[in-house]
Every structure is written in C-alpha cells, then in structure tokens.
C-alpha cells in the first residue's frame, strides 16, 4: 500500500519489491542496501515535500510504503538538529537504513552482557553518514543509536524495515555500561 504518492514511487516500490524476493536475509539485505543507494542518486525519485518538516519534539516517523504481500514496510524519518535515539534494538526484524538528506550519526553496539534485568553494551564506534549511504542491520547485531548532529539543519533517513515495527525495547543508562530496558510503542507522524 502507497501511503504517499510522490514523483519515482513507482520505481522505489517496484525496484525494493524485486529486492525482498531474494532468498535469504544476507540477499535480501544486500540487494535492498544496493537498491536503496541507487534509488538515492536517481534524480526522478523525489520524496514527498511533508518528509521535509521535522517534528519540534521527536524525530518524526512517516510511512511512505508498506507491502502486504512481501511483508515489509518503508518508513521516512525527519531527524531535527540533535534529535536522535536512545539504545534500541529492531524487535528482531532486519532492517536497512540509508541517509536521504542531511548526516546520520551512527553508533553501533554489542550486547555484550545480561545479568538480572540490566544489559551491558560495548560501543563499536560511530559513523557519520551522508546522503546516498546506507547500512543495514541483522539480528542479533540490531542495537544501535542515530541522530542527527547538525545544530541547524534537518536529516532524513529511509528505513525499510522486514515487518511494520510498531515497537522496540529502549535501553536507559543505569550505571556505567548498564542499561535497564523498556518496550517503546512507535507510533507514526501525520502525512498531510
């Protein structure tokens, strides 16, 4: 189901519909990473103007595509300068993720430790993506942060995701490198 219709959406959806027909999760990852870089340097795919809008209070989160068929949805997050996340994992699904407009931070991390309800996480570093990057996330190596470290402008990221992802689990620091966890419902921004 298009959510929004916009100039080359026909092409996006038919162009990630032949990539989640692969075989395996590796395939299907790597066509839709290839796919995803492509479609950004490809000057007849705009998205939608409202993509563009942050939200004041929370980067924003609007679906742009969702198949029933194949099972997998695309979403266009607005970052505003410095909005990012907490640690969050992707409830277990696969999920590439590619930088449209502006710069991503990105900081993976390891689980590297459960006792009683806490979570010790190891930093693999950060990355700073620009337009026309993307990567891709397989569990169990989900974990990760993003946000947006501009002061003054905005970031719009894709995000295609093997299933609607309606919630994840949020890490919240407790001490050190522990972490408690909580489950967050995602909810999505309006459309216009």
Aim: hydrophobic residues 35%; aromatic residues 8%.
């Amino acid at each position: 189901m298009l959510a929004l219709d916009f100039p080359g959406s026909r092409r996006l959806v038919e162009s990630l519909d032949d990539a989640v027909r692969k075989d395996c999760t590796t395939a299907i990852t790597d066509a839709l990473r290839q796919t995803l870089c492509r479609l950004m340097h490809d000057q007849d795919v705009s998205l939608p103007k409202c993509v563009y809008e942050p939200a004041s209070d929370h980067y924003a989160r609007r679906e742009i595509y969702r198949s029933d068929d194949l099972g997998y949805c695309v979403i266009a997050m607005t970052w505003g300068p410095g909005q990012g996340t907490a640690i969050h994992d992707h409830a277990g699904m696969w999920c590439v993720e590619g930088v449209w407009h502006g710069q991503i931070e990105v900081t993976p991390y390891e689980l590297v430790e459960q006792d009683q309800g806490l979570y010790r996480f190891e930093s693999r570093g950060t990355m700073l993506a620009g337009p026309g990057s993307a990567g891709s996330l397989i569990p169990p190596h989900e974990y990760h942060t993003i946000r947006n470290p501009s002061d003054d402008a905005i970031a719009v990221s894709l995000h295609i995701y093997r299933g609607s992802m309606t919630s994840c689990a949020v890490f919240r620091k407790i001490r050190d490198n522990w972490y408690g966890r909580d489950q967050c419902q995602l909810s999505l921004d309006r459309t216009h």
